[in-house]
T-cell receptor, first 110, second 115 residues
Framework: EDQVTQSPEALRLQEGESSSLNCSYT??????LFWYRQDPGKGPEFLFT???AGEEKEKERLKATLTKKESFLHITAPKPEDSATYLC???????????FGTGTSLTVIP | EAGVAQSPRYKIIEKRQSVAFWCNPI?????LYWYQQILGQGPKLLIQ????????DSQLPKDRFSAERLKGVDSTLKIQPAKLEDSAVYLC?????????????FGSGTQLSVL
């Protein structure tokens, strides 16, 4: 069964304190892994797509990496405006399904 | 490019009442998804359409939920009768087709409170 697990559930960081969020997945052939950011009261907003192990993508203070079993979202020197819930999702080779994890709620304290 | 439009933004109903949500996807997007997101959880797929055909509705509680996508464009999701546990945000998303995996574009969602 295709499954996505994210950890930790919640993370509090001081401004400037770097950390990483984890997304572990089990899927019958990975077509793509996606990271989304969700602010309160809004729909998820796309951040990155990763397709194969070893791939990395960067955007401002965020960097996403992918292995055969998991993905990490590294946050370098975070700012309060990075506070949000970060969602991971996978889509398998077998179809157009899109499976989400439960998310990591990030709070960055000034 | 216009995004995914959803309405209403908020809805409050009493249990056993009915409610409907509307979604207009990005123009040209063939695949449309309805997700249910309970507070503190990730989005859970309810139903997936490819054009106007259902691809996956395995997690849709069919005794009370129904959905349609007319002419492969707009979609409506209905709940009848609503239960307390249906309180959630209902997200609509659309996706274009391509050789490689394409990302989902989400609407802002409809926040449903069942009292």
């Amino acid at each position: 069964e295709d499954q996505v697990t994210q950890s930790p559930e919640a993370l509090r960081l001081q401004e400037g304190e770097s950390s990483s969020l984890n997304c572990s997945y089990t899927v019958s052939g990975l077509r793509g892994l996606f990271w989304y950011r969700q602010d309160p009261g809004k729909g998820p907003e796309f951040l990155f797509t990763l397709y194969s192990a070893g791939e990395e993508k960067e955007k401002e203070r965020l960097k996403a990496t992918l292995t055969k079993k998991e993905s990490f979202l590294h946050i370098t020197a975070p700012k309060p405006e990075d506070s949000a819930t970060y969602l991971c999702a996978v889509t398998p080779n077998t179809g157009n399904q899109f499976y989400f994890g439960t998310g990591t709620s990030l709070t960055v304290i000034p | 490019e216009a995004g995914v439009a959803q309405s209403p933004r908020y809805k409050i109903i009493e249990k056993r009442q009915s409610v409907a949500f509307w979604c207009n996807p990005i123009s040209g997007h063939a695949t449309l998804y309805w997700y249910q997101q309970i507070l503190g959880q990730g989005p859970k797929l309810l139903i997936q359409f490819q054009n106007n055909g259902v691809v996956d509705d395995s997690q849709l509680p069919k005794d009370r939920f129904s959905a349609e996508r007319l002419k492969g464009v707009d979609s409506t999701l209905k709940i009848q009768p609503a239960k307390l546990e249906d309180s959630a945000v209902y997200l609509c998303a659309s996706r274009s087709q391509g050789v490689w995996a394409e990302k989902l574009f989400f609407g802002s969602g409809t926040q449903l409170s069942v009292l």
